[in-house]
């Protein structure tokens, strides 16, 4: 824990886990899988070995979670009623920051979680009086919390913003990050697109079954910033055979237009085209057949 972890009057309690509250926008993701059930069963055979860390919810008698959210939900899980934890007297901010520093020293951190918590440390941090700006690294503030920020995980302050541009991406995109789908490199570069524009690029992902490269997402970022970046663009972008693809057959968005209605989505069209070779395929067997039992 940092120094934010240890400020006087922390005391030890049971507390029953109805009292316990998750802690409100904290980006890591408690998941029910293999992981959870073995500390599931854990906590059954030997209880909680590591109190949670804990901090009093203004004018409640209930507590907010900073570190233990995972073995909060094993715990229930497990069907105990009560749990060990350290209380802290943190303001919301130290409690932020305190959220942040002892979840990110987890051995797996998905992308989408790290992009949320630096976010979530440096607004913390932000308003607690130090300099920073949420948006551009290019000007060194004198308190550079980006560098602050990344010192503590080893990681330059440049990377540190390219991880809070990820917030920028509509889930369905960041997702496809945090899955290894589309590497950080190009996500950073799309995440300058509008959502309509990444609504349209996932369409043209989906009808393409392809993902954008880096080149091609930094020339959707610069079309994008200029006010050029159309639909038909991002359609024609995302048909461009790459030197590592399989060979596939692939269409011109605009070719396809004249044929659906005019809402018709990438992932209609596709859709509505793999349906007619399907009804054409059975048809064609269902002739044959016909003609094999003559």
């Known amino acids: 824990m940092t120094n934010t972890m240890n400020p006087p009057k922390k005391r030890a309690a049971n ?13 890591f993701k408690v998941i029910d899988n293999e992981d959870m059930e073995v500390l599931v069963e854990s906590i059954r055979e030997q209880g909680i070995l590591c109190p949670l860390i804990v901090r009093p919810i203004e004018n409640a008698d209930e507590y907010e979670v900073i570190s233990g959210h995972r ?24 409690a932020m920051i305190a959220v942040v520093d002892s979840n990110l020293h987890r051995e797996r951190i998905l992308p989408s979680e790290k992009a949320y918590a630096y976010k979530m440390k440096m607004e913390a941090m932000k308003a607690q009086g130090k300099r920073t700006d949420l948006t551009s690294s290019q000007v060194t503030t004198r308190s550079d919390t980006a560098a602050e920020i990344g010192k503590a995980q080893n990681e330059s302050r440049d990377q540190v913003f390219r991880y809070i541009r990820l917030t920028h991406l509509i889930p369905e995109l960041l997702d496809k990050v945090d899955e290894g789908v589309i590497a950080l490199s190009p996500a950073v570069e799309l995440s300058y697109l509008s959502e309509e524009q990444q609504k ?19 020339r959707m970022k610069k079309s994008a910033q200029q006010g050029e970046l159309t639909e038909d663009m991002i359609y024609e972008i995302m048909s461009e055979e790459k030197a590592n693809q399989t060979e596939r057959i692939s269409f011109k968005v605009q070719d396809l237009r004249g044929f659906f209605p005019k809402n018709y989505t990438g992932k209609q069209m596709t859709d509505t085209i793999l349906k007619l070779l399907y009804d054409n395929q059975q048809k064609m067997e269902r002739r044959r057949n016909s003609r094999d039992e003559r």
């Open 15 to 27: 507390i029953r886990v109805d009292k316990l509250r998750t802690f409100e926008g904290h980006p």
């Open 71 to 94: 073995r909060l939900h094993a715990a229930i899980k497990a069907g105990l009623s009560e749990v060990p934890a350290l209380i802290y007297p943190l303001n919301r901010n130290e």
């Open 200 to 218: 349209i690029l996932l369409d043209a992902m989906n009808l393409n079954d392809c993902t954008p490269s880096h080149a091609q997402s930094i």
